[in-house]
Nanobody, 120 residues
Framework: QVQLVESGGGLVQAGGSLRLSCAAS????????MGWFRRAPGKEREFVAA????????SYTPSVKGRFTISRDNAKNTVYLQMDSLKAEDTAVYYC?????????????WGQGTQVTVSS
């Protein structure tokens, strides 16, 4: 099992920045990839960004590419999401998630979420 705890959410003005953190504990080697997802009010949960623990291979949804940066610190078992040039439409609850051990495994570990609110 892998436990995930997010932090770093808050209220920020449009154009501002926030950095989210996701601390992983437990059997972290059981997770191949870590991702960030978000759920805006009245919308479905959507993928934001992901990174592999080994090699640091990243991927982003097009709407955040160039504004958000995902990174990881293997020594601290922590994944970060640096969010710059924030827009009102980035307002959502952000969730950290981890896949199973294989590259094709789905996301099975989830954090409790952290609220990000961007005021326009």
């Amino acid at each position: 099992q892998v436990q995930l705890v997010e932090s770093g959410g808050g209220l920020v003005q449009a154009g501002g920045s926030l950095r989210l953190s996701c601390a992983a504990s437990g059997r972290t080697f059981d997770s191949y990839r870590m991702g960030w997802f978000r759920r805006a009010p009245g919308k479905e949960r959507e993928f934001v960004a992901a990174i592999t623990w080994s090699g640091g291979i990243t991927s982003y949804t097009p709407s955040v590419k160039g504004r958000f940066t995902i990174s990881r610190d293997n020594a601290k078992n922590t994944v970060y999401l640096q969010m710059d040039s924030l827009k009102a439409e980035d307002t959502a609850v952000y969730y950290c998630a981890g896949t199973g051990r294989a590259a094709v495994d789905p996301y099975r570990y989830w954090g409790q979420g952290t609220q990000v609110t961007v005021s326009s």
